[in-house]
């Protein structure tokens, strides 16, 4: 997977393991074969969608 981009339900996966799990950037970026870097975008790009659907959540 590494220089391709992952498909949205990969991504999805990415994100929701580092979030249910709380573990660092470093272990989904291991478990998936993906850069550190990407999965901090996946994160924050994922954080950002869903601050901007519950803005009173912020």
């Known amino acids: 997977m590494i220089g391709t981009r ?3 339900n990969r991504q999805a996966l990415v994100v929701l393991a580092h979030l249910r799990r709380g573990d660092p950037h470093a272990q989904p970026a291991a478990a998936f074969g993906i850069g550190i870097g990407t999965v901090y975008r996946y994160v924050s790009e994922a954080i950002k ?3 901007a659907l519950a803005p009173s959540l912020a």
């Open 49 to 51: 969608a869903l601050a």
């Open 6 to 8: 992952a498909t949205p």
